[in-house]
């Protein structure tokens, strides 16, 4: 129930949700955003007191210190689902900020979206929309795809593997970060309709905004999933479990999710990063 592009017959992010909820369960979650819990009184913020202003567990840092490993200055980079680069005016730790931002470390950093927000990215050096489910970009021109939180949305995974495997050139790679299956706010999201997470979202996390939520259909969130997608790729994913993100801006909220963190197998609790090489 991350961040992403808005409903259009495009590469991805689909008109429809795979799964609904209870209609007594899509009245309440219509109505979470008039409540207000006396733990959510003051907003709790977990990384305030740490030195860099990031948790030990910061999957932000994690995903994007590896993509900073992989690469070079002469590299053509394409950010897909770069959606409208919220992170770059908004994102308040400078750490994060600066470890995501790669315009400066490559030849050329593109960005693509299905929404037209993507046109105004200031993140990037070009902006291109994602039109009848095509990349605007020649083929084999790119040496590293970034899909961050992009792949839950994702409808038509064949198509999307495609024009992956298309615009990427050998040896380049294509990594992404995205919720597991399984994970218990994928599965969550499942059960409650699509129309209803934004208010769902705006209750767990007070300063998502609307335009920042969007479907989701988790069908290719799995590394199994990954490696039938892309089956001639060196496939070097793994499952990381950051500090819980949905904590209600509540210390108690907050330490009670790290105990079920501590507690449930890796599945439940982890992100899938996919870090994936085509061949030469």
């Excluded at 202003?53 to 900073?68: A, M």
């Excluded at 998502?208 to 259909?217: L, Q, S, V, Y």
């Excluded at 507690?263 to 061949?279: D, G, H, Q, T, Y």
């Amino acid at each position: 129930m991350r961040v992403r592009r808005r409903r259009l017959n495009s590469l991805y992010r689909g008109p429809a949700p795979i799964a609904t909820s209870p209609h007594f369960l899509g009245r309440i979650c219509s109505r979470l955003g008039l409540f207000q819990l006396s733990v959510m009184s003051s907003r709790f913020d977990p990384s305030s007191t740490m030195i860099g202003g990031y948790l030990p567990l910061d999957g932000t840092i994690e995903f994007y210190g590896r993509i900073n490993f992989i690469l070079k200055p002469t590299d053509v980079v394409l950010d897909l689902g770069a959606g409208r680069g919220a992170w770059f005016t908004e994102e308040r730790c400078s750490t994060r900020r600066q470890i995501r931002e790669l315009k400066p470390k490559v030849r050329r950093l593109i960005g693509v979206d299905v929404d037209p927000a993507v046109l105004s990215n200031p993140s990037t050096n070009e902006n291109y929309l994602v039109e009848d489910g095509k990349i605007p970009l020649p083929s084999n021109s790119v040496d590293v795809i970034i899909a961050d939180y992009v792949l839950e949305h994702v409808l038509e995974v064949n198509n999307f593997a495609e024009e992956i495997d298309r615009v990427l050139r050998p040896g380049g790679f294509f990594c992404a970060r995205t919720p597991h299956r399984f994970q218990y706010v994928s599965i969550v999201a499942r059960f409650v309709r699509n129309t209803h997470h934004s208010s769902v979202l705006r209750f767990a996390q007070r300063t998502r905004k609307k335009e920042d939520i969007f479907p989701t259909a988790y069908r290719l969130n799995t590394i199994k999933g990954i490696s039938a997608a892309f089956p001639r790729y060196d496939n070097y994913s793994y499952l990381y479990a950051s500090e819980p993100f949905y904590y209600f801006e509540s210390k108690l909220i907050y330490a009670l999710f790290c105990w079920f963190h501590r507690i449930l197998p890796k599945i439940f609790v982890s992100n899938l990063f996919a870090f994936l090489r085509k061949p030469n």
